[in-house]
């Protein structure tokens, strides 16, 4: 039985793998014999299963290599794919008959001990790609599952259809891998004998898929479970029967680490700059990652990409019936799709319109009445008045314009008091605030463009206007949820000239001399964990003053912002440290949420903390601090700008806690005492 021989592969094992195996030995035995009998989705393959020994690459480096023969007319256009994680060209060998017609194909592998570290398998996918671009060759980078992964890295890298491929197709791509439980099998994959490994495909049938009950490749206390790890593998490869000969144990634990890392870069970058045009064809019935709902993440976040669902395929579409790759690209018209219009948020930006402005005075006027919100600031001299009156010109005394940036604090959140903040400058002093905000504000689009599936009449395949719903499981409509709103109706980050935050756009805002809002403690200051109410979480000095030395650069005058009141608007319940230390998995599920959200700054951790609001709302307060002038600092002496970052800080902080007495000594600062003097005094 499997179980015997499971037994006697493992009993050289340490004595507690040992007690492991045969209290799970019983258990193993039910999932060797359920993977056996029909259980869930089958896949239909489109014809019989490539041997799988005619596409491993034999030792050497990774390249790719030409199926059919190189196009000597070099007339088609040259389709590179790049395989899932046995990087063996397998799954696509059924269809080169049909893309043969169209394309140049080219694949890439790698040879079944090759351990290139992902980080650098790009390179050599870029050095075949960029001769061929040079050489004027209309280029599409295909990749699958890893290989997927693999071909969004390349087109955040190349960024533009000038440097990178024309297009790009993505097959149930495997960036979704760290929301899944498939990096665990990597440490089972390590620990588990060889023998064993070598012996898997006896016992489980060619093709077979897992069922509703899957169990852990690893137990609570890190041991590996075979059948777990019997099972995950049958649903990994799209043959489990040749695996042993496809890919060795180690090389596939090492793959599978490289693709959780690969994916947790990929997801951090800045995907609002890539150009290249891409088809994302995502599996709704792939038992392995969630590909559906990552190819919906997906078009959401790249400026120009469209969603083909193919309904009831698996992990490997190309394997099976009712797929032709070469029909899906003609169909989709992929050669013809065009680079999407480069975003500049900083050039491009025009101020909102009277609809605008009065769709968010609505919004912003509820919450006023709300917050009763007080405005105070400070002069050169250090003097604190009621208003908006210390606040320096933008224009100096000979008339000519200079640059305001103001600095402040992070509230947990941010949602309502920042919207307040940057009207009220508007409104009283005519200054239109460009925000530098968080990459995650741009991340979203509108509904992604619907692509038809295969067999959908023809004069459907017109592609579907913006705005579009999405179809969700259960096969009703939802509307498509964007991420880059305040979450107030009528208010948009872009709409009201928010950049995406960075040196380089603070740097240009300044150069043309517009007031900018920037708020250096960013995600980390927003997302306060417990008792951390009004602290501030700067860089440290000594790591960065960058906004001192642009500022100084451009002469701007620094005046720091602080509020207060809004942060004693929510009770925190669960902070991010407790969000990850969340047992079950869940702590897991949340670490792997946030490694798919971009980063603002290096090494941040995107968890938003579970809280409730606290009712009633307190009132809020805002004082500008006294302004800081950069004229006299020398951008390129480093103590200068240090002491002058210091300085803003020590400013800032001030300000906060001047608030925090000032409040105090209001009599309106509670709700219900200012609601009713508001009342009578018709304020």
């Not at 634990?253 to 990929?266: K, M």
């Not at 004069?459 to 179809?471: D, N, P, T, V, Y």
């Not at 003053?545 to 005058?557: C, G, P, W």
Request: glycine share 8%; proline share 9%.
């Amino acid at each position: 039985s499997a179980v015997v021989v499971l037994l006697t592969c493992w009993a050289s094992r340490p004595t507690p793998l040992r007690r492991s195996l045969i209290s799970h030995g019983r258990r193993v035995a039910c999932h060797m014999a359920a993977a056996t009998e029909p259980a869930g989705r089958r896949m239909v393959t489109s014809g019989p299963l490539p041997d799988l020994d005619h596409c491993i690459q034999p030792d050497g480096p990774p390249g790719f290599y030409l199926p059919r023969g190189m196009d000597t007319t070099k007339r088609k256009p040259v389709l590179l794919y790049i395989p899932g994680i046995e990087f063996s060209g397998f799954t696509i060998l059924n269809q080169l008959d049909r893309l043969d017609q169209d394309f140049e194909v080219r694949i890439f592998r790698l040879s079944r001990h090759d351990r290139t570290p992902a980080a650098d398998l790009h390179k050599v996918i870029i050095r075949e790609l960029a001769p061929l671009r040079a050489a004027g060759r209309h280029v599409v980078l295909m990749g699958e599952s890893f290989g997927g992964a693999l071909a969004l890295d390349v087109g955040l890298r190349t960024g533009s259809v000038s440097r990178g491929p024309n297009q790009i197709v993505l097959i149930n791509p495997a960036t979704s891998i760290v929301r899944t439980a498939l990096p665990s099998l990597a440490a089972a994959l390590e620990a588990l004998p060889s023998g064993i490994y070598e012996t898997l495909p006896r016992f489980i049938p060619q093709r077979a898929r897992a069922s509703e009950a899957d169990e852990d490749p690893v137990d609570d206390t890190g041991e590996p479970q075979p059948g777990g790890v019997a099972r995950r593998l049958s649903q990994l490869l799209p043959t489990i029967e040749q695996l042993p000969r496809a890919i060795p144990q180690a090389t596939l634990a090492f793959r599978l680490r490289q693709l959780e890392q690969l994916a947790s870069d990929v997801n951090r970058r800045d995907w609002s700059r890539c150009r290249v045009p891409a088809l994302v064809l995502a599996a709704d019935a792939d038992r392995i990652i969630p590909s559906k709902d990552e190819g919906e993440r997906i078009v959401r976040e790249l400026p120009n990409a469209r969603l083909l669902v193919l309904e009831g395929k698996g992990h490997a579409p190309l394997l099976e019936k009712g797929v032709d790759i070469r029909e899906i690209i003609a169909d989709a018209q992929v050669l013809r799709m065009k680079p999407a219009p480069t975003t500049d948020y900083v050039a491009d930006w025009a101020p909102p319109s009277e609809e605008q402005l009065r769709n968010a005075s609505r919004t912003l006027n509820n919450i006023r009445r709300l917050t009763s919100p007080r405005f105070f600031s400070t002069t050169a001299a250090g003097v604190r008045t009621v208003g908006l009156g210390g606040i320096p010109s933008p224009v100096d005394q000979d008339g000519k314009p200079r640059p305001l940036l103001f600095v402040g604090n992070h509230q947990i959140f941010g949602v309502t008091d920042l919207p307040i903040l940057v009207e009220e400058l508007y409104l009283r002093k005519g200054l239109a605030v460009r925000s530098l905000a968080h990459p995650v504000a741009f991340s979203s689009r509108e509904a992604p463009p619907h692509v038809p599936a295969p067999g959908e009449e023809k004069e459907h395949h017109g592609i579907r206007g913006m705005g579009a719903a999405l179809k969700s499981g259960n096969g009703r409509s939802r509307p498509f949820q964007g991420r880059g709103m305040t979450g107030l109706p009528g208010i948009d980050y872009r709409t009201f000239g928010a950049v995406p935050v960075s040196a380089r756009n603070l740097f240009r805002l300044l150069q043309r001399n517009e007031p900018v809002l920037l708020l250096p403690g960013g995600v980390r200051e927003a997302f306060k964990r417990k008792n951390e109410r009004y602290q501030l979480f700067w860089p440290p000095a000594e790591e960065t003053s960058d906004f001192v030395r642009i500022a100084a650069r451009f002469n701007a005058i620094i005046v720091p912002v602080a509020s207060v009141g809004a942060e004693d608007a929510f009770e925190v319940l669960l902070d991010s440290d407790e969000l990850q230390n969340l047992p079950a998995g869940i702590g897991e599920r949340v670490r792997s949420a946030a490694a798919s959200v971009p980063q603002g700054r290096v090494n941040e951790t995107f968890i938003t903390p579970l809280a409730l609001p606290r009712l009633p709302p307190r009132r809020y307060y805002y004082c500008f601090g006294q302004p800081v002038d950069t004229a006299s600092v020398n951008p390129a002496d480093v103590a200068q700008t240090r002491r002058t970052y210091l300085g803003v800080r020590a400013e800032l902080e001030s300000c906060m806690h001047w608030l925090l007495d000032k409040r105090e000594e209001d009599p309106y600062s509670g709700f219900f005492a200012r609601v009713v003097y508001e009342s009578v005094s018709n304020w």
